[in-house]
């Protein structure tokens, strides 16, 4: 197949090419004369497709907040073809039977090409083969032999950097959710992290970094990320929006929001990731409302605006939500448009205009602290290796498979 007239995105710049697709992968990129079937992209712009480091997919007991289906089909509409899924499922991902089970799911059900972290216990001995890397969560508690044994393995090991002792300590204090799990919290842990990292010489990658101080412990050892909520969202809309907007790391000031924005424009920040974190409407509103945003439906939405309105570069974009998570977490020939990759492409719309609205979401998570943003600029045709799998609003492919880094 032939994409004709493409307004490409080429090693972070635009060219205007034809894209030849040949089975999976791109065959060709450039002018090209002759072939079978076309279709003229009109000049739009083609983008590779987002690769989202961070979902929560849910499923097994857990199917009432969001399934590998649901979850995936969400992903798809935002242009994402490759993520990686979070081990704290219920039951979780921490040995081989559990790991196994969920594959088959994966093989299944997914409508995009997804991988896994491994969550990482005092059970691990060696690397575990099949996955992208290891989730340690530090805001539960953990030895710190554990601890240092994270340092200690080849794959990459993802923190969730909010330190449980401070948060116990916090909890003696007060009663509101961000002041428990405030920015030293935070802060702590990223020190603990960035310190060994830096003494082990081990790459390791940091989840979700919502305070402006924690910027300031980073370290060549180090990669981070950050969630469009706490991009975008402060303290004032958890006010506004309640359990909705109820989420770990909590959403912190609007000075954090522009820190971390200019952070992300400065390259300070690796990835962008969705962290997508489905529970039921009933859970949200309850009293003890469970942590967690629910992203998938938002992220294409949401970024392409800010390209749009010229707050980030298209070439920010890409760097954000392709080519880094692939380089980073060694996602195999994704994240460029190059002779030779995956076919993983986005054809972007930038007059596509409207309210992110939740009854819409392909995700079961109909909710949003989102709900209401006006977006500028949507995903029109997504391809994953070398098929359509969605066109203007429609999936019309189920094209997902289980993915893993083999070293
Ligand atoms: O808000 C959160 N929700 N933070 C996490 O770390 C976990 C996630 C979830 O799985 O619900
Ligand atoms: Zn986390
Ligand atoms: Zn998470």
Redesign the pocket.
Known sequence: MILRNCKALINGKIEEVDILIEGERIKKVGKIIRGDESINIRKKIVIPAFIDVHV?LRDFKERHKETIETGTKAAISSGITTLIE?P?TEPSIDNMENLKKRISIINKKSYVDVGIFFKFTDKIEKDVEDVFGYKF?M?KPFSDETFIKSFELGKIVCY?AEDYKIIEENKKKFREHHKIRNCKAEVIAIQKVAKNALIKRKKVHI??ISCSDSLKYLNEYTTCEVTPHHLLLNKEHYEEYGGIA????PLKSKKDNIYLLEALKKGKIDIIAS?H???SISEKESEDS????PNLDVMAKIFLTLVKRNVISLYDLWRLYSRNPAEIFGIKEKGYLREGYYADMVVVDFDAKGKIDPDEFFSKAKYSPFEGFKYHGDVEIVFLRGKIVYYDGDIVEKRGRFIFRDF
């Open positions: 929560h979070m704290n969560y805001d969730h989840c979700h109820k989420v770990n790391p962290d974190a489905p529970h469970p942590s967690g945003i």
